[in-house]
């Protein structure tokens, strides 16, 4: 006499249900991380911009000279586009006196940042200018700069007082 045993294992059927239902969480899963990968490096990329005005400041009042702070190059911002996306930006002595016709600036510090789709502010629509600290702190211009990605959502923005003071804020995408 024959006895069928009972045989261990899953029914495709089963098996195909376990994989919808694990697609169905993965659709729901990646968009929420790729936000949150998103939101991290635009805040990241403020708090750099944050930390090289705050050197810049600190420099200029330890040097007794002027000290600036800005995007990096021509790569960065093509032809005064104001597409400058972030990547870099520079704390530098502001060479008042070249020694010859094209002697750069001093570099004190390069803050490499995360990338991000746009970098604007109202005071300065291209960012062609440059933020200048005086020997004594204080700063040649007030701005509010939006690090933002095109996808929608928030912006960081970076507000910056005359004292050089800089507030991060959460702001919606202008």
Do not use: H, K
Not at 35 to 46: L, V
Not at 53 to 72: D, F, K, Y
Not at 107 to 134: G, N
Not at 141 to 149: E, L, M, Y
């Amino acid at each position: 006499m024959l006895t069928r045993g009972r045989q261990n294992g899953f029914t495709l059927i089963e098996l195909m249900i376990v994989l919808v239902i694990i697609g169905v969480f993965m659709s729901l899963a990646v968009p929420a991380y790729r936000a949150a990968i998103n939101n991290s490096a635009r805040e990241e990329a403020a708090i750099s911009f944050v930390n090289a005005l705050a050197l810049a400041r600190s420099e200029a009042v330890a040097r007794g000279t002027r000290v600036m702070v800005a995007p990096n190059g021509a790569a960065d911002n093509p032809v005064g586009t104001g597409a400058y996306s972030g990547g870099v930006w520079s704390v530098l002595l502001q060479n008042l006196s070249p020694a010859f016709a094209g002697d750069p600036s001093p570099v004190i510090e390069t803050y490499q940042v995360s990338q991000v789709d746009s970098v604007s502010t109202a005071a300065l629509p291209d960012l062609d200018s440059q933020f200048i600290f005086s020997p004594n702190g204080t700063l040649n211009q007030t701005a509010s700069v939006n690090f933002c990605f095109d996808s929608g959502g928030a912006c960081s923005q970076v507000r910056i007082n005359l004292v050089g003071r800089a507030q991060i804020a959460v702001v919606e995408q202008p």
